[in-house]
Structure formats: structure tokens, C-alpha cells
């Protein structure tokens, strides 16, 4: 097989997604993500830089997006492959975080708002 037919490996896209509780609620955030541009609720997160380890990508994107200084994540919630246009071959990994502070100030600009949820609405609304 010569150079020029060679497969050329895509990059894996990997994402960092956050699940923080207060109580019994979860903090989730609205932002644009459905197919044709709707705006929906989600919990926070977002992609991994190249050179960047998940636990800094997921305390970067949960400061851009909420406004809130997290620490290292304490569990791995869930982890998920994704295979859509937008994410070609995608691993998303969701961490529990127990120790955060500040206030609910997204700096993000696609993200609309961030507010905590009661967890059976926090379902209804992610669903």
C-alpha cells in the first residue's frame, strides 16, 4: 500500500460533561444544541483540547459555561460513544463533581442560562 492510499486516521473528538448536585437538584444549561439550532437544556460541558487532560477540560468548560470553580471530579457517572454529523466517533465522559463554589455566571456566550433543577425536572427537561 502506497503513502497516498493509506488511511489517514481522523481525530477523535473527545467531551467532558459535568453533574453537579446541590441537594437534591442538578445544575443544568441552556444552549443551542438541537439539530436545527433549537435551543435546549443540558448539563455542562464541552470538548477537550488537544494537550489538555479531562479533568482541566471539564474545570475550563464548567467555568465558561456556569461560572462555577470546580474541583476534580470524585466519579466517572457515565461514559458514552457518539456517532452523529456533529461528532463523528465522539467519547463523551460525564464526572460527578462534589466540591465547587461561586455563583451562577456563565461566561460563555452560547450558553443562555444556568440554574439548578429539582432532579425529576432536571429529567423531564433533559429528556
Do not use: Y
Not at 492510499?5 to 441537594?23: C, M, S, T
Not at 444544541?33 to 435546549?40: F, M, T
Not at 439548578?116 to 423531564?124: G, M, N, S, T, V
Amino acid at each position: 500500500m502506497t503513502a497516498e492510499h493509506a488511511k489517514v486516521p481522523k481525530p477523535r473528538v473527545q467531551l467532558v460533561i459535568g453533574v453537579i448536585r446541590r441537594g437534591e437538584e442538578v445544575l443544568l444549561v441552556r444552549e443551542s444544541l438541537g439539530v436545527n439550532g433549537e435551543v435546549l437544556w443540558s448539563l455542562p460541558g464541552g470538548g477537550v483540547e488537544d494537550g489538555e487532560l479531562m479533568n482541566e477540560a471539564l474545570r475550563r468548560e464548567l467555568r465558561e459555561e456556569t461560572g462555577l470553580l470546580v474541583g476534580n471530579p470524585v466519579r466517572t457517572a457515565f461514559l458514552m460513544h457518539i456517532d452523529s454529523e456533529r461528532h463523528p466517533s465522539a467519547v463523551a465522559v460525564a464526572f460527578e463533581v462534589d466540591a465547587w463554589r461561586g455563583d451562577l455566571a456563565p461566561t460563555d456566550g452560547e450558553i443562555e442560562r444556568a440554574a439548578f433543577f429539582p432532579l425529576p425536572e432536571a429529567l423531564k427537561l433533559l429528556g
